[in-house]
């Protein structure tokens, strides 16, 4: 596995546990979002040929297929996947590194049945915390995706309690987002383990973590809608007649830019379903830029830190690797904008223009935490 293919492998965990803001996952030199050419429409991937636990391997294929084509139902995006068949052989742990080549024009679907290449390539008892992964390799200049793997692990289906096939779907249907290069957002968080399941609907898919109960999450919420038009958006017309864009940037009050600050655009009327996001600087312009497309309406905006856990394989924008990130490093404290604003069909609102100040108090757990592993505690 290459450099960049460990940057883009993302880990969704078990349960409460930790597993990428709606946006790019990249961005190239000049901030614009990696994604895959149009050229290259549709997508093929290729299917594994074993089962997926106690999933047969027809079931599993359907729900690929339809894990894939709840993202290409977006009707204001222009992407498209298709199944080209299977692979050649049962993926297993003897064989997987045959799959991991970058230039072989092969998109595979592999399903661990029982968790043994999780084991294999991650240590025992991977297979126990890992539902699965997906990525995409980049071409030479950064620029385009060029293919992709997933790996879909079927030792969660021993508990069909937990594990049911909406619960896989939406686990999958996030994975595929990652495929496709879509980052993670981190709207809601308040209802993210707070004991109710009837309001994880309010949860986008691209969250990083598990919520009460996972079955809303295999549907699109708007963010994630929005996120997956600005990468691959559908014709001018169809996207200005149902999105409208506002642009801004953060900045500290003692001057420079503010690297990821979690933005949120929260719409009056439908306020915990509308919600859209941004990261500040997410093209790494070094600017303190966000953009989002939002749909028609009015909206309160306000700027929050990244959640400290949202790191790493979690990370919620660029610059959320480390706890020493800029994301947690003097994070911004929570502020609301002035004033509402008021977004049109095809539309754009400029100068959303945000004053942050540092949360210093907020910064040093992450620090020393950071700072005890380095010592061995």
Known sequence: MNKSQLFLLVILMQCSATTFAGGPILTD???NPVVYRQSDMPIPYSIDQGDMGLFSNSEAAALVDDCFATWQAVATAKISLQNTGFLPVDVTQDNVL?????ADGINPIIFDSDGGILDSLYG?????TIIGFAFSDTDSSGSHYTEGLALLNGRFTRDPYNWSTVRYKASFVHEFGHFIGLDH???????VGDGSTGNDIYVPTMYPTATDDDTPLGDLNPDDEASLTMLYPASASIVNAAYGKIRGSVRWAIGGPVLGANVVAVKQGDEDMSRFSSVSDYAMQGDGAFEMLVTPGTYSLYIEPVIGSFMAGSSVGPYADTPLSPSFVFPVIKQT???TVTV??????ENVNFTAYRNIFNAFPGVIAFLLGLLGF
């Open 29 to 31: 030199s000049a901030g």
């Open 98 to 102: 045959k799959f991991d080549n970058d």
């Open 124 to 128: 025992a008892g991977a297979s126990e």
């Open 185 to 191: 957002c981190q709207i809601n968080q308040q209802y």
């Open 337 to 339: 904008y002035a004033d």
């Open 344 to 349: 049109a069909a095809g539309g754009l609102v």
